[in-house]
């Protein structure tokens, strides 16, 4: 795991950034079902790099200090790493039912950064490469939906807090003004950090997310990405559901990482495993995962990449950890 480590292509960078993500929530749920005693390296590594970068956030330059790209990057670098970082640690914290003097660091660091004014108050300044489906122009939205699901993961009533409740609710505020603008991607998101702060979304707003999001199950039982990802009919919207940036045509088939997201997301919003559609994702992941790496894949929105490069790999890293988490969620129930 790279992140945080001293990566400076931006496109290794972002996407290990957001690739750790699902790999701390997976890991620990991967360790449980086979029956592992402790952390394996590469979460030692990647906490250990995580709460270093914590300790020392006054010390440290962001990633991106705007050498090479415009000024913006290096606030939307401490924006990003500020929430990732919080997110981290507080699902590992989750699981000793303990909030850790890091953690409690990593969430002052973030709510330092959080907007207080503008079009964007209660969100983060986030990196922005045109980059789908973490970084392009409406993942602040995103952003915002891992901020609330670390709140959500926070041990020890941690959103009770009375010096946070402006904070939560200046957050509240931006995820609901901000919903109606949102692709079905992002609402995914936000179902997924409800599930965490129940508070989150009223009832009829989850219901309709569900709704949504099973209206777009594929023939074959899964989902695909392209299809969660734009919004609406527009020329833009309409081209980029078959076309990537470089001109190659998008994939046509389910892929990994939108039905092991959605079908984990659908099960922690209180969707049975027993329901129909939700068998159907699950029986999708079984189907598709590859024999011989143990991986499932999924691909660039971006460009045509290569599957077995480092690049290529990105996505069906965070497909494989979601697909863990969908199945593993289904086990428990």
């Known amino acids: 795991m790279s992140w945080p480590g001293a990566a400076r292509d931006h496109e290794t960078f972002c996407v290990s950034c957001h690739t750790s993500v699902p790999y701390a929530l997976a890991r620990p749920a991967l360790r449980a079902a086979l029956g592992e005693n402790a952390l394996s390296a590469n979460e030692r590594k990647l906490l250990d790099n995580v709460a270093k970068r914590v300790r020392i956030w006054k010390e440290v330059e962001p990633f991106y200090t705007g050498e090479g790209y415009d000024a913006r990057k290096g606030d939307e670098s401490r924006g990003t790493e500020a929430v990732v970082n919080a997110l981290i640690l507080a699902s590992y914290d989750k699981q000793n039912n303990q909030l850790s003097d890091d953690t409690r660091i990593a969430f002052d660091n973030m709510w330092a950064l959080q907007e207080a004014t503008g ?112 919004n609406g009919w527009s020329p833009l919207t309409v081209l980029h559901r078959w076309i990537r940036e470089d001109g190659t045509p998008m994939e046509s088939n389910s892929d990994g990482y939108s039905t092991g997201l959605v079908t984990f997301a659908l099960q922690q919003a209180g969707i049975p495993r027993t329901n129909a559609q939700v068998q159907q994702g699950l029986s999708w992941l079984a189907r598709n995962q590859s024999r011989s790496q143990g991986r499932w894949t999924s691909s660039s929105l971006n460009k045509r990449r290569d599957l077995s490069s480092n690049t290529g790999q990105f996505m069906s890293d965070a497909a494989t950890a979601y697909a863990v988490l969908a199945l593993t969620e289904s086990n428990h129930q």
């Open 119 to 230: 079009e964007n108050r209660g969100a983060w300044r986030w990196l922005e490469f045109d980059l789908e489906p973490w970084e392009a122009n409406d993942s602040l939205y995103y952003g915002a939906t891992l901020a609330a699901l670390a709140v959500g993961a926070a041990p020890g009533n941690y959103r009770s807090a009375p010096d946070v409740q402006h904070n939560l609710e200046m957050l509240r505020d931006y995820l609901d003004r901000e919903y109606s603008r949102q692709s079905t991607l992002n609402r995914v998101s936000l179902l997924l950090a409800s599930a965490k702060w129940p508070e989150l979304l009223p009832q009829e707003r989850k219901d309709a997310i569900i709704r949504e999001v099973l209206a777009k199950q594929q023939p074959d039982g899964g989902w695909k990405l392209s299809s969660l990802e734009w």
